[in-house]
C-alpha cells in the first residue's frame, strides 16, 4: 500500500524567510496530493492540493511542486509571517479505497 | 456554509466505559472518513463510508471500535470497554469527491 514520508519533522524560520517542506510517496498510481494546516487545538485545514497531470500550483504565498517521477512533492512559503506556524501535513491518495494517507506532520516555528 | 461538525468537542471517560463520538458531514459529501490522531502524531485511518457502499473498516485497531453512518449522513464512532490507549483526538472528515474537509475532532481522555 501506499507509504508517505514526510520531513523534516520540525522547522523553525525567521519572519520573512522561505520554509520548505518534503514528501515521498511510495505509490506511482496515487494521483492526487494536498496539503493541511492544523494550528493547535484545531482540525486540519486544506491549504493546497496538486494532481498528478501539473508539476506546480501556486497560491498566494504557498506553491507546492510535485516530480512525478522520483515520486516526491514539497510545499514552499515564502515571506513567512508568525501566523504561518502550525503543524503541516502532506497526503496522498491510494488508500484500497482512495482515503488519504498522511505523513507525519512537520512543525512549523515562524520566530518574529 | 456550514463545514463538519463534531460531538462532543471532548470526553472524559473511565477505563472500562463505552463512548460514542459524534460526527455531522457537510451536506451532500458522500464520503465520509474517522481518523485518530494520538499527542503530537499524524494521522491514523480508521474507516471509510462512500454512499451506499460497505465501509472500508481496516484500519481500526481491534474489534472494540465500530462505526455507523446512517441515512448516508450523519456517523458514530462506538468505542468500547475503552482503555488508556485509546486517548487520543478523533478526527471526522467528509468529501464529495477526493477533497477531505476535517471537522474540529473530539479529544477523548481515558482515565
Known amino acids: 500500500g501506499e507509504n508517505v514520508e514526510q520531513h523534516p519533522s520540525t522547522l523553525s524560520v525567521q519572519e520573512g524567510d522561505s520554509a520548505v517542506i518534503k514528501c515521498t510517496y511510495s505509490d506511482s498510481a496515487s494521483n492526487y496530493f494536498p496539503w493541511y494546516k492544523q494550528e493547535l487545538g484545531k482540525g486540519p485545514q486544506l491549504i493546497i492540493d496538486?494532481?498528478?497531470?501539473?508539476g506546480e500550483k501556486k497560491d498566494q504565498r504557498i506553491a507546492v511542486t510535485l516530480n512525478k517521477t522520483a515520486k516526491h512533492f514539497s510545499l514552499h512559503i515564502t515571506e513567512t509571517q508568525p501566523e504561518d506556524s502550525a503543524v503541516y501535513f502532506c497526503a496522498a491518495n491510494g488508500g484500497s479505497q482512495g482515503n488519504l494517507i498522511f505523513g507525519k506532520g512537520t512543525k512549523l516555528s515562524v520566530k518574529p | 456554509g456550514a463545514g463538519v461538525s463534531q460531538s462532543p468537542s471532548n470526553k472524559v471517560t473511565e477505563k472500562g466505559k463505552d463512548v460514542e463520538l459524534r460526527c455531522d458531514p457537510i451536506?451532500?459529501?458522500?464520503?465520509l472518513y474517522w481518523y485518530r490522531q494520538s499527542l503530537g502524531q499524524g494521522l491514523e485511518f480508521l474507516i471509510y463510508f462512500q454512499g451506499n457502499s460497505a465501509p472500508d473498516k481496516s484500519g481500526l485497531p481491534s474489534d472494540r471500535f465500530s462505526a455507523e453512518r446512517t441515512g448516508g449522513s450523519v456517523s458514530t464512532l462506538t468505542i468500547q470497554r475503552t482503555q488508556q490507549e485509546d486517548s487520543a483526538v478523533y478526527l471526522c472528515?467528509?468529501?464529495?469527491?477526493?477533497?477531505?474537509?476535517f471537522g474540529p475532532g473530539t479529544r477523548l481522555l481515558v482515565l
Open positions: 496538486i494532481r498528478s497531470n501539473v
Open positions: 451536506s451532500g459529501h458522500t464520503a
Open positions: 472528515a467528509s468529501s464529495p469527491l477526493e477533497t477531505q474537509y
